[in-house]
Each structure stands twice: as structure tokens, then as C-alpha cells.
């Protein structure tokens, strides 16, 4: 018999970072356990690299992470990056901006499932930089990042 985690496993205290935070996937194939450690069974495969994801707990070398549609499980530590990245959201096209303005010179439209770097997020918009084009899209089209954090990477 397979026994859950505990809900008072460590919040945080493995690493000290904070708890909740977004983090992304270092490889094309990520399998998620019921539990942390090797001895639980895998319930889903990830397979795409740079995908953020959620950590949401910690307990030794093993976190909890949730993905963009709600899926859950817990990685090794080795599987996950710090490296930021979003997803693009919603089910129509977003248009990615020069500037973060809502009015700002197209660049690029992006599909629903796009992920990209994400680099920094002031106010309302994020920048994000894929392979062959950068710019801006509003916090609220994209996933990976807290609705009133902002940052600089």
C-alpha cells in the first residue's frame, strides 16, 4: 500500500526559496509520481522542456509541482530548472508587442501553448524573448508568473 505525503511536509525549508514558485522543466520527458520518492508510481509523463511549472512543495530532493492545466506531481530536483518561462494562454492568438503598451507595434502573434523566456514583468505586461523574436504581452494572455510580481531578469 502506497501512503500520500503528508500535507506538513516542509514548505520551503529544503531550499529556502520561497514557496509557491515558478520554475520550468529541464527536459523533454518528466515523469511525475504520486509521491517523492522513486518508490511511488509515475501517474503522467511532461514531455517539453522549458515548460514553467509550479513548485508548490518540498521535501528533500523532491518537489510537488503543478502544471499550467492543474496537473500535479512530484520531480526530482534535477528535473526542474530556475530558469523563468511562460506559456501563452487562452484559446485565440495573443499579439505580442515592441512595447508594453496596449496600442504598441505589433511583432509577432502567438499561438495558445507558445512558451518563451520570460524576462521581465512590470505592471500589466511581461517581456518575453523566443527563438527569433522579443517582445511584450499582458500578464493576463500568459502563465508563469504571479499576478503582482515584478521583476528583472
Known amino acids: 500500500m502506497l501512503l500520500a505525503p503528508s500535507a506538513g511536509l516542509a514548505q520551503g525549508t529544503d531550499t529556502s526559496l520561497p514557496i ?4 520550468s522543466l529541464r527536459s523533454d520527458e518528466v515523469n ?4 517523492p520518492g522513486q518508490q511511488y508510481p509515475i501517474e503522467w509523463v511532461l514531455n517539453r522542456a522549458s515548460m514553467p511549472v509550479e513548485i508548490t512543495q518540498e521535501y528533500e530532493t ?20 530556475g530558469k ?6 487562452g484559446t485565440e492568438p495573443q499579439i505580442l508587442r515592441r512595447r508594453p503598451e496596449a496600442n504598441g507595434p ?10 518563451g523566456d ?19 504581452l499582458r500578464r493576463a494572455e500568459i502563465w508563469g508568473v504571479y499576478p503582482k510580481e515584478n521583476f528583472e531578469n
Open 20 to 23: 509557491p514558485r515558478f520554475v
Open 32 to 35: 511525475l509520481r504520486f509521491g
Open 62 to 81: 523532491w518537489r510537488k509541482i503543478r502544471a499550467v492545466d492543474g496537473t500535479e506531481g512530484w520531480v526530482h530536483q534535477r528535473m526542474v530548472a
Open 84 to 89: 523563468r518561462t511562460a506559456i501563452v494562454i
Open 106 to 115: 505589433a511583432v509577432a502573434r502567438l499561438e495558445p501553448g507558445v512558451i
Open 118 to 136: 520570460l524576462k521581465e514583468c512590470k505592471g500589466d505586461w511581461c517581456r518575453l524573448e523566443l527563438p527569433k523574436v522579443r517582445g511584450w
